[in-house]
């Protein structure tokens, strides 16, 4: 079994559309996060999300939103999607204070 | 903005060689670890030191941290086209922020 799955792996959409990136894991970890992979390879925390709280870096657009339904799952939705979004995103999660982090396949999104 | 900046950024080297990649911050971590990320994979843990002046080994990867606990370094033996890949460090969630912040990467190419 995967332990952490994200959903699609690939992704071409055009500009200004919403388009949404589901992840599951089934480590029953407490939380879990979303990083952006630029072309530089440079991995960059989005979000992080308990059942008690959000942290949303300052520099993410508020065109990108997480929602999570219940533990095991932080989906991540895009508005109006831009040219600069186009990046490979990862879905990860961990449970405790300096634990192992433990990471999807990623999802290409390309925005045409 | 949590800065760790890893050096060098590429590295290609020929089989059998050794090699050792940099991680520092102008900031103490808690504790560090570091990853592995192979093309189209998610990162994944090779190991965490906490202690200052530590050194892990595991096979012909050798880790260490900085005594003041601020770098660390991680040094390959015989390198092997297996080790190929994209090597990030990392500061793991502290108790006032569960964020793991990721260096800026270092790929290694071993040729053959």
């Known amino acids: 079994d995967t332990a952490v799955s994200q959903t699609p792996k690939y992704l071409v959409t055009q500009m200004g559309n919403d388009k949404s990136i589901k992840c599951e894991q089934n480590l029953g970890h407490d939380t879990m996060y979303w990083y952006k992979q630029d072309s530089k390879k440079f991995l960059k925390i989005m979000f992080s999300y308990n059942n008690k709280e959000l942290i949303i870096n300052e520099t993410v657009p508020n065109r990108f939103s997480p929602k999570s339904p219940d533990k095991a799952h932080l989906n991540l939705h895009i508005n109006s999607l831009e040219l600069g979004d186009s990046a490979v995103y990862f879905c990860?999660?961990?449970?405790?204070?300096?634990?192992?982090?433990?990471f999807g396949q990623g999802t290409r999104l390309t925005v045409v | 903005t949590q800065l760790l900046e890893q050096s060098p950024q590429f590295l290609s080297i020929q089989e059998g060689e050794n090699l050792t990649v940099y991680c520092n911050s102008s900031?103490?971590?808690?504790?560090l670890q570091w990853y592995r990320q192979e093309p189209g994979e998610g990162p994944v843990l090779l190991v965490t030191?906490?202690?200052?002046?530590e050194v892990k080994k595991l096979k012909r990867l050798t880790f260490q941290f900085g005594d003041a606990r601020k770098d660390s370094s991680l040094h390959i033996t015989a390198a092997q086209p297996g080790d190929t890949g994209l090597y990030l460090c990392?500061?793991?969630?502290?108790?006032?922020?569960?964020?793991?912040?990721f260096g800026t990467g270092t790929s290694l190419t071993v040729i053959p």
């Open positions: 990860a999660s961990s449970h405790g204070v300096g634990a192992e982090a433990f």
């Open positions: 900031s103490v971590f808690s504790s």
């Open positions: 030191v906490v202690t200052g002046g």
């Open positions: 990392a500061r793991t969630p502290t108790n006032t922020g569960n964020q793991f912040y």
